[in-house]
T-cell receptor
């Protein structure tokens, strides 16, 4: 992987349960972002956390960042069938504006 | 919904054909990107542009070329398509301003199949 590695690769849960996915990266970052991709579609930005932040919330999403371990986690609480998608973490590059994406976690939420 | 468009959404063509994948955005973003993504895999940056008349190759070697004559338009061209080019191509843009921390907006993608 260029930079991020998500785990698990795939996750299957029932509606109402919480889903946690993790991302590890290799080099220093300024910020880390999470994106969602519905099957066959483009990516949608979910949340961004800066390197000087440890935790951030947005609705049912909670993101944590541990720069000492070069890792981040995304928690989706009270999951819904509509949350079924692939989730990618993305880190900025030391120079330039492009992002490095991981391989993603495929989440399946069953009713 | 992001105002970034890609056409066509699906394309099936024969080997050796020349194709152009279109990408347009109406957000006035300076920065635009092309990513290639195989099913279930990560995104690979193949081209990017930081403004008009500025284009650079990304991490993944690609036989495609791009142009940026207008801010809103960033087409990708394959002069002679081959089966190895079969993939999904995603276009994205960002304003790159410090306040936005470079959140990227993605188009719906073009799924290309070369027979």
């Amino acid at each position: 992987s260029q930079q991020g590695e998500e785990d698990p690769q795939a996750l299957s849960i029932q509606e109402g349960e919480n889903a946690t996915m993790n991302c590890s990266y290799k080099t220093s970052i300024n910020n880390l972002q999470w994106y969602r991709q519905n099957s066959g579609r483009g990516l949608v930005h979910l949340i961004l956390i800066r390197s000087n932040e440890r935790e951030k919330h947005s609705g049912r999403l909670r993101v944590t960042l541990d720069t000492s371990k070069k890792s981040s986690s995304l928690l989706i609480t009270a999951s819904r069938a509509a949350d079924t998608a692939s989730y990618f973490c993305a880190t900025d590059r030391f120079s330039g504006y492009a992002l490095n994406f991981g391989k993603g976690t495929s989440l399946l939420v069953t009713p | 919904e992001a105002d970034i468009y890609q056409t066509p959404r699906y394309l099936v063509i024969g080997t050796g054909k020349k194709i152009t994948l279109e990408c347009s955005q109406t957000m006035g973003h300076d920065k635009m990107y092309w990513y290639q993504q195989d099913p279930g895999m990560e995104l690979h940056l193949i081209h990017y542009s930081y403004g008009v008349n500025s284009t650079e190759k990304g991490d993944l070697s690609s036989e495609s070329t791009v142009s940026r004559i207008r801010t809103e338009h960033f087409p990708l061209t394959l002069e002679s398509a081959r089966p190895s080019h079969t993939s999904q191509y995603l276009c994205a843009s960002s304003d790159g301003e410090e306040s936005s921390y470079n959140e990227q907006f993605f188009g719906p993608g073009t799924r290309l199949t070369v027979l």
